[in-house]
């Protein structure tokens, strides 16, 4: 099974707030890709568009 | 279960030249130094069969293909693994990939079934149905990495926490739940971020509050300004008409004050005087000028009240002292100041006489007085005298009695003299007849013829016959000595009755010398009693003095009073000269009266006129407050709406980071969300992996451990969010005493853990197949032989791939495994071709 939707899928069940799923998402996809650090990154380029607007 | 047959390995990490190992479904032991290829060969199958290796990852990977040997002119991998099933199903795994600029990278899989050839995609598919594990399954329960052992051994809490999650397979949700924990840590830049914005927010309240306030302030004092002007009758609504026409009143007034002041300059300012009433500040400005030009009318109209006022006073002043001086001279009835000073040289001459005689009569009185004490003293001392004399006459007699006294001692002293003399003869005689009766005595009584004892009788009568003599001496002694006492204590006292005559006669003649002092100083016989005659020569001068010092008394107030009458007209003349001074005239005392009298009446006039002007300008105050109270008005206006105006920008400020302070929350929000939901069930996972290999951990770490009283391991995870700390623990069987494995056990037993840890985790794996890199790195002999008989026993049940760099541990192997079960190579003297490779078992 991909690992990003096996991580994906035992964490979204566990979620209090359905509106999180779509950040869980990107943060699983990034952590699989690049690691802790990119998930790091990915919030950083979140707190930029909310800095930004 | 799977069955490694062959393996063929080319241009993989160590190894470049392809070597064939043929393993034939047994147990494979690689022996050989460190950085020889040994774990090449095991991440060669790791590879082979999964596509990737484990802690093969980081930035320095990303930067060069660590896959592909170095020295590899081809610049290609291969990896071929001949696989049998326990069904005996045959499977070919052929994967292959060239040189990248990294590490990761897919690569080409051929795979073949059974004579069925799959590549790409669908061999990828196959392999991964055929092995039934993923790669967290493959580094839990089939792969105990070299990595794994030593974090667990020489690792720090953390490093070995992350192992375990590593051998348990909740490593990647332990890593995700870390990685999200880090991100709400209070100094993680989603808080900071949070922080930032709130901090914004509030300060922007804050000046939002401020601003608000002090528009509402600004708003209450414009209606104040309204209701006060409305109540000083201003049509609030046409303000222009009130301005204009208060200004005009207030210029009118000024105009006639600069002219009645004569004060030219303020004339020039007055002309330019306009309100534009569209200008707030414009309005001040005139508003300034105006409340100048009225301080300085008020200024200078004060100024020359306050001369006046005083111009009044002097004159005042100068008209009561005048009147008064001309009033005192008419009293004392002296006018003219020759005969004033004549009288006062006639009053003096007399003063000077009356003093003489003054200071005669005092010395007098001196004298008297002095001579009064004298007298008093000798009167005192004669007294005494006398006193003293009467004393001793009294006692003893005058001094013819004395004499006689005297002489009747003399004759009792010469009578005892002569007494004494005849006993002293008496005593002579009787010592003389006891010498002739001692000399002339009988030693026999003649009558009895008996010795006769003298010598105790004539001692007896002469003892007898002295004690009376001396005792009769001794009274005639005494009663001489009485008299001589007697004679000398009268002639004592007649001695003192002379000196005391003496004494009185001394003063005598001193009471005779103040007779003649007395009458020399009064000229008055000097009669008895003389003290009351000097007390009433006494009182008679002091009566004297008395009338004297009247008399001097009545002068001296008839000088003061010229002296007066003197100065009077003295200041009369300075008080005129001043009065001529100050009106510009001169004259005689009465012209100079009237004079004065007309002066002030006009300078009176002069001042009630200014107080008027004064009074006038004072009273441009309340136009000038109404229209402050206009300005005021328009000032407070312009001011709301620029408050208005900044509140609304403040507002858009606000929304605006209200919004990002939302979204940040709703971050935070989901991110613990994530990490709740994450962590819980990370650790769901862990009690169930811990649930299931509670038991077989137990026995395989009891038989590698071979302590005969610590024979359970527990793992205790501790701390909240992502990383958990395990506490790695050894229990008793009766479970009585718990014991830290890493304050207790050395890192032999820790190596254990990891072994133990794994071996229970791959007895749950269907793959039936374990690979070991360096398992003994930190055991000793004892349980270097433990792990031989647990891996030994494996062996009978699973094919077990080792690699190690252990001599010692490889024989010992070599030597309890038969060659049936146990296929061993020997790696060395490594170049860039690869190592040599030798079957050794």
Same mark, same amino acid.
């Given at each position: 099974?991909?690992?990003?939707?096996?991580?994906?899928?035992?964490? =979204?069940?566990?979620?209090?707030? !359905?509106?999180?799923? @779509?950040?869980?998402?990107?943060? %699983?996809? =990034?952590?699989?890709?690049?690691? !802790?650090?990119?998930? @790091?990154?990915?919030?950083?380029? %979140?707190?930029?568009?909310?800095?930004?607007? | 279960?799977?069955?490694?047959?062959?393996?063929?390995?080319?241009?993989?990490?160590?190894?470049?030249?392809?070597?064939?190992?043929?393993?034939?479904?047994?147990?494979?032991?690689?022996?050989?130094?460190?950085?020889?290829?040994?774990?090449?060969?095991?991440?060669?199958?790791?590879?082979?069969?999964?596509?990737?290796?484990?802690?093969?990852?980081?930035?320095?990977?990303?930067?060069?293909?660590?896959?592909?040997?170095?020295?590899?002119?081809?610049?290609?991998?291969?990896?071929?693994?001949?696989?049998?099933?326990?069904?005996?199903?045959?499977?070919?795994?052929?994967?292959?990939?060239?040189?990248?600029?990294?590490?990761?990278?897919?690569?080409?899989?051929?795979?073949?079934?059974?004579?069925?050839?799959?590549?790409?995609?669908?061999?990828?598919?196959?392999?991964?149905?055929?092995?039934?594990?993923?790669?967290?399954?493959?580094?839990?329960?089939?792969?105990?990495?070299?990595?794994?052992?030593?974090?667990?051994?020489?690792?720090?809490?953390?490093?070995?926490?992350?192992?375990?999650?590593?051998?348990?397979?909740?490593?990647?949700?332990?890593?995700?739940?870390?990685?999200?924990?880090?991100?709400?840590?209070?100094?993680?830049?989603?808080?900071?971020?949070?922080?930032?914005?709130?901090?914004?927010?509030?300060?922007?309240?804050?000046?939002?509050?401020?601003?608000?306030?002090?528009?509402?302030?600004?708003?209450?004092?414009?209606?104040?300004?309204?209701?006060?002007?409305?109540?000083?009758?201003?049509?609030?609504?046409?303000?222009?008409?009130?301005?204009?026409?208060?200004?005009?009143?207030?210029?009118?007034?000024?105009?006639?004050?600069?002219?009645?002041?004569?004060?030219?300059?303020?004339?020039?300012?007055?002309?330019?005087?306009?309100?534009?009433?569209?200008?707030?500040?414009?309005?001040?400005?005139?508003?300034?000028?105006?409340?100048?030009?009225?301080?300085?009318?008020?200024?200078?109209?004060?100024?020359?009240?306050?001369?006046?006022?005083?111009?009044?006073?002097?004159?005042?002043?100068?008209?009561?002292?005048?009147?008064?001086?001309?009033?005192?001279?008419?009293?004392?009835?002296?006018?003219?100041?020759?005969?004033?000073?004549?009288?006062?040289?006639?009053?003096?001459?007399?003063?000077?006489?009356?003093?003489?005689?003054?200071?005669?009569?005092?010395?007098?009185?001196?004298?008297?007085?002095?001579?009064?004490?004298?007298?008093?003293?000798?009167?005192?001392?004669?007294?005494?005298?006398?006193?003293?004399?009467?004393?001793?006459?009294?006692?003893?007699?005058?001094?013819?009695?004395?004499?006689?006294?005297?002489?009747?001692?003399?004759?009792?002293?010469?009578?005892?003299?002569?007494?004494?003399?005849?006993?002293?003869?008496?005593?002579?005689?009787?010592?003389?007849?006891?010498?002739?009766?001692?000399?002339?005595?009988?030693?026999?009584?003649?009558?009895?013829?008996?010795?006769?004892?003298?010598?105790?009788?004539?001692?007896?009568?002469?003892?007898?016959?002295?004690?009376?003599?001396?005792?009769?001496?001794?009274?005639?002694?005494?009663?001489?000595?009485?008299?001589?006492?007697?004679?000398?204590?009268?002639?004592?006292?007649?001695?003192?009755?002379?000196?005391?005559?003496?004494?009185?006669?001394?003063?005598?003649?001193?009471?005779?010398?103040?007779?003649?002092?007395?009458?020399?100083?009064?000229?008055?016989?000097?009669?008895?009693?003389?003290?009351?005659?000097?007390?009433?020569?006494?009182?008679?001068?002091?009566?004297?003095?008395?009338?004297?010092?009247?008399?001097?008394?009545?002068?001296?107030?008839?000088?003061?009073?010229?002296?007066?009458?003197?100065?009077?007209?003295?200041?009369?003349?300075?008080?005129?000269?001043?009065?001529?001074?100050?009106?510009?005239?001169?004259?005689?005392?009465?012209?100079?009266?009237?004079?004065?009298?007309?002066?002030?009446?006009?300078?009176?006039?002069?001042?009630?006129?200014?107080?008027?002007?004064?009074?006038?300008?004072?009273?441009?105050?309340?136009?000038?407050?109404?229209?402050?109270?206009?300005?005021?008005?328009?000032?407070?206006?312009?001011?709301?709406?620029?408050?208005?105006?900044?509140?609304?920008?403040?507002?858009?400020?606000?929304?605006?980071?209200?919004?990002?302070?939302?979204?940040?929350?709703?971050?935070?929000?989901?991110?613990?969300?994530?990490?709740?939901?994450?962590?819980?069930?990370?650790?769901?996972?862990?009690?169930?992996?811990?649930?299931?290999?509670?038991?077989?951990?137990?026995?395989?770490?009891?038989?590698?451990?071979?302590?005969?009283?610590?024979?359970?391991?527990?793992?205790?995870?501790?701390?909240?969010?992502?990383?958990?700390?395990?506490?790695?623990?050894?229990?008793?069987?009766?479970?009585?005493?718990?014991?830290?494995?890493?304050?207790?056990?050395?890192?032999?037993?820790?190596?254990?853990?990891?072994?133990?840890?794994?071996?229970?985790?791959?007895?749950?794996?269907?793959?039936?197949?374990?690979?070991?890199?360096?398992?003994?790195?930190?055991?000793?002999?004892?349980?270097?032989?433990?792990?031989?008989?647990?891996?030994?026993?494996?062996?009978?049940?699973?094919?077990?791939?080792?690699?190690?760099?252990?001599?010692?541990?490889?024989?010992?192997?070599?030597?309890?495994?038969?060659?049936?079960?146990?296929?061993?190579?020997?790696?060395?003297?490594?170049?860039?071709?690869?190592?040599?490779?030798?079957?050794?078992?």
């Amino acid at each position: 099974m991909d690992g990003v939707s096996e991580l994906f899928e035992m964490i =979204s069940v566990r979620l209090r707030q !359905s509106r999180h799923l @779509e950040l869980l998402k990107m943060l %699983i996809d =990034s952590f699989m890709e690049e690691g !802790s650090g990119a998930v @790091e990154a990915k919030i950083k380029e %979140i707190l930029h568009e909310i800095e930004g607007e | 279960m799977l069955r490694l047959k062959n393996l063929e390995i080319a241009g993989f990490r160590g190894i470049n030249e392809g070597i064939k190992l043929n393993i034939d479904g047994k147990s494979l032991l690689l022996v050989g130094e460190n950085g020889v290829g040994k774990t090449s060969v095991l991440q060669a199958i790791e590879w082979g069969l999964l596509d990737e290796v484990a802690f093969l990852e980081g930035d320095e990977f990303k930067r060069e293909d660590a896959l592909v040997n170095l020295f590899n002119e081809d610049g290609i991998t291969s990896v071929k693994i001949a696989i049998k099933d326990e069904k005996g199903a045959g499977l070919e795994i052929v994967r292959e990939r060239k040189r990248l600029s990294k590490t990761k990278g897919r690569s080409s899989l051929t795979l073949n079934v059974n004579g069925e050839v799959y590549k790409a995609k669908s061999a990828e598919m196959k392999l991964t149905e055929f092995l039934k594990i993923s790669p967290e399954d493959y580094c839990t329960t089939v792969h105990l990495h070299q990595e794994v052992i030593r974090a667990l051994v020489e690792g720090d809490e953390k490093d070995r926490s992350r192992a375990i999650n590593r051998i348990l397979g909740i490593d990647l949700l332990s890593n995700f739940g870390e990685t999200i924990t880090k991100q709400l840590h209070s100094a993680s830049v989603v808080n900071r971020s949070l922080r930032a914005v709130q901090g914004i927010v509030e300060q922007l309240s804050i000046q939002r509050k401020t601003i608000n306030d002090t528009k509402v302030a600004e708003e209450r004092a414009l209606e104040s300004a309204k209701a006060r002007l409305i109540e000083k009758g201003v049509d609030a609504e046409k303000l222009d008409q009130a301005i204009n026409s208060l200004l005009s009143e207030t210029k009118q007034v000024m105009d006639e004050t600069v002219k009645e002041l004569a004060l030219d300059e303020l004339a020039s300012r007055l002309l330019g005087l306009e309100i534009p009433i569209e200008r707030v500040d414009k309005i001040e400005e005139t508003l300034d000028e105006i409340k100048d030009i009225k301080r300085e009318l008020a200024s200078v109209a004060l100024k020359l009240i306050r001369k006046a006022q005083n111009k009044v006073l002097e004159l005042d002043l100068l008209e009561k002292q005048h009147t008064s001086y001309l009033n005192q001279l008419t009293d004392l009835k002296l006018k003219d100041k020759a005969e004033i000073d004549n009288q006062m040289e006639t009053v003096n001459v007399q003063l000077t006489e009356l003093d003489k005689q003054l200071k005669r009569l005092r010395a007098k009185e001196g004298r008297l007085t002095d001579l009064k004490e004298d007298v008093y003293r000798v009167f005192n001392r004669i007294n005494e005298l006398s006193i003293e004399v009467q004393s001793i006459i009294k006692n003893y007699g005058d001094e013819n009695v004395i004499k006689q006294k005297q002489c009747m001692l003399i004759e009792q002293e010469d009578t005892l003299k002569q007494d004494l003399d005849r006993l002293g003869v008496y005593n002579n005689l009787l010592n003389l007849a006891i010498t002739y009766i001692e000399a002339a005595k009988e030693n026999v009584c003649p009558v009895c013829d008996r010795p006769i004892e003298y010598g105790n009788i004539l001692s007896s009568i002469q003892r007898k016959i002295s004690e009376e003599l001396i005792k009769h001496m001794e009274e005639l002694r005494q009663r001489l000595q009485k008299v001589k006492e007697d004679k000398e204590k009268l002639m004592e006292t007649l001695k003192e009755l002379k000196r005391l005559r003496k004494a009185l006669g001394e003063y005598e003649a001193k009471l005779d010398e103040a007779r003649k002092q007395f009458y020399e100083i009064t000229k008055i016989e000097p009669i008895e009693p003389l003290l009351s005659l000097i007390d009433s020569q006494i009182g008679e001068l002091r009566k004297n003095l008395d009338e004297y010092g009247q008399e001097i008394g009545e002068f001296n107030m008839r000088l003061n009073e010229l002296k007066r009458a003197r100065s009077i007209i003295e200041n009369l003349t300075s008080v005129e000269k001043k009065i001529s001074e100050a009106l510009g005239i001169s004259g005689s005392s009465a012209e100079l009266s009237e004079s004065l009298l007309k002066g002030a009446k006009s300078k009176k006039e002069e001042l009630e006129k200014l107080r008027l002007t004064y009074e006038r300008v004072e009273n441009l105050d309340e136009r000038i407050n109404m229209l402050e109270d206009i300005a005021t008005l328009f000032r407070r206006s312009a001011s709301v709406n620029a408050l208005s105006k900044s509140l609304e920008e403040i507002d858009q400020k606000l929304f605006i980071q209200q919004e990002k302070l939302q979204k940040l929350q709703e971050l935070v929000e989901a991110l613990t969300d994530i990490r709740d939901a994450t962590n819980s069930i990370k650790m769901e996972a862990l009690e169930d992996i811990l649930s299931i290999i509670r038991n077989d951990l137990n026995i395989v770490f009891s038989r590698l451990l071979g302590h005969p009283f610590f024979i359970k391991l527990q793992l205790i995870p501790e701390g909240e969010g992502g990383a958990h700390i395990y506490r790695i623990a050894a229990q008793s069987k009766d479970e009585a005493y718990t014991t830290y494995v890493r304050t207790r056990f050395s890192q032999t037993q820790r190596n254990l853990v990891a072994i133990s840890l794994f071996f229970a985790m791959a007895k749950r794996s269907p793959a039936g197949l374990v690979i070991l890199d360096d398992p003994s790195q930190s055991l000793d002999l004892e349980h270097k032989k433990s792990l031989i008989e647990v891996l030994q026993a494996l062996m009978n049940e699973i094919q077990v791939i080792m690699a190690t760099q252990d001599e010692i541990f490889a024989d010992q192997m070599l030597k309890s495994v038969p060659s049936e079960k146990l296929r061993a190579y020997k790696l060395s003297e490594w170049s860039e071709s690869g190592p040599v490779i030798k079957e050794i078992h």
